[in-house]
């Protein structure tokens, strides 16, 4: 069975300080699918978000943030734990930061644990550590960890589920005539020095830290698939039917 890493960014699941339960449990619908044609590892943002559901403080200062992610984690894997449960499935937790992968042995440990999980039929559900990774949560969302993830967890291919459809030739959030890119070969260094704008207030990654995770997939021989997260027909289909309808294809 082919192996993939799933990356599921926070207004995927969220909106504004509240889970969207729709678009989670949509989500986690099309998980268990996954689950039976390929091995899924799944890496989550939208702790913080979690958090603020049940804690009304302040979000942009920085310990804030460790508070609300720290309260918000374990309420986030619990309500991935219900809706898998409705398709008798069950998720771990693993909390990684990115000095794990400098380690080759944490690299073997957090392998070995979730190839173990994944022959029990159990999610590996990933996220940062955000109480020791306090660079992940001013810069960098998940992207980069996925890609490791990706990369040193022996998969395939990372699907970025997003609040945007695919790589644009520039920010159609900003030009109405930015046209979708089908399939990138090569990331330009020009695309990776434009400043970092997201979707929403509560992104924090970007474009640009997606177009890293490419870029370190790409020169190691490994595919990204960028699609929405919000309408997951262009990722069903890419999946689960080998079309691609839709999204960019970083290969
Ligand atoms: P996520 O939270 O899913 O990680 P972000 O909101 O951090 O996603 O980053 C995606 C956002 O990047 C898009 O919504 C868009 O506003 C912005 N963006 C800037 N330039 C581009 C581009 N060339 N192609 C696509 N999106 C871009």
Redesign the pocket.
Known sequence: MQRIVVKV????ISDENLLNLKRFENLVAFLTKLMQKYEVILVT?AAISAGCTKLHIDRKNLINKQVLAAIGQPFLISVYNEFLAKFGKMGGQILLTGKDFDSRKATKHAKNAIDAMIDLGILPIINENDATAIEEIVFG???SLSAYATHFFEADLLV?????D?????????FSD?KRLERVEFIKEE?LN?SV????EH?????V??LKAAKFLLENHKKMFLAS?FDLSVAKAFLLENKQIGGTLFE
């Open positions: 960014g926070s207004h995927v943002s969302d998940n992207d970025i589920l997003s609040d945007i695919g790589f644009y030739d520039k920010n159609p959030s900003e930015a695309w434009v704008k997201t979707g929403s992104g924090t990654g970007g474009i830290t997606k997260g």
